[in-house]
């Protein structure tokens, strides 16, 4: 999502309060393409964080998810379906990075061991 302060000045002449729906487009700044993340994982215990994708094609240009603000919670052999998007559509994916964080500055550090793992395009759902 977009925080409201980048759409301050086109909120502020209508009467308040002001409910509004955003769709992002194509066209910058405010484009957005959305990816439904779709992972199985293996680990025996629930983990519970946060996952970060990286997507890059073969001319080796890289984009980066958004963080999710909403922690998923992986257990073994479940699916867990996280819709993530990027600020640029990347065509020929050459290879997709993972990171998992839990966002905590203390205790122990956990993997999260990914079983199997689809990653779809919403806007171009052919690919």
Same mark, same amino acid.
């Given at each position: 999502?977009?925080?409201? &302060?980048? $759409?301050?000045? /086109? =909120? *502020?002449?209508? +009467?308040?309060?002001?409910?509004?729906?955003? &769709?992002?487009?194509?066209?910058? @700044?405010?484009? %957005?393409?959305?990816?439904? /993340? &779709?992972?199985?994982? $293996?680990?025996?215990?629930?983990?519970?964080?946060?996952?970060?994708?990286?997507?890059?094609?073969?001319?080796?240009?890289?984009?980066?998810?958004? %963080?999710?603000?909403?922690?998923?919670?992986?257990?073994?052999?479940?699916?867990?379906?996280?819709? #993530?998007?990027?600020? !640029?559509? *990347?065509?020929? *994916?050459?290879?997709?990075?993972?990171?998992?964080?839990?966002? #905590?500055?203390?205790? @122990?550090?956990?993997?999260?061991? *990914?079983? !199997?793992?689809? =990653?779809? +395009?919403?806007?171009?759902?052919?690919?």
């Amino acid at each position: 999502g977009y925080h409201a &302060d980048r $759409w301050k000045k /086109l =909120l *502020i002449p209508y +009467s308040s309060p002001t409910k509004a729906y955003f &769709d992002t487009s194509d066209q910058d @700044p405010f484009c %957005m393409y959305s990816y439904l /993340l &779709d992972i199985t994982t $293996w680990n025996k215990s629930m983990r519970r964080g946060f996952i970060k994708v990286k997507i890059t094609d073969y001319a080796g240009n890289t984009v980066e998810s958004q %963080m999710n603000s909403e922690a998923s919670t992986f257990q073994q052999y479940k699916r867990v379906k996280i819709l #993530t998007g990027f600020h !640029q559509d *990347i065509e020929n *994916i050459a290879k997709i990075s993972l990171t998992f964080s839990t966002k #905590t500055l203390i205790g @122990p550090k956990h993997k999260l061991r *990914i079983l !199997q793992m689809k =990653l779809k +395009s919403l806007n171009n759902p052919k690919r």
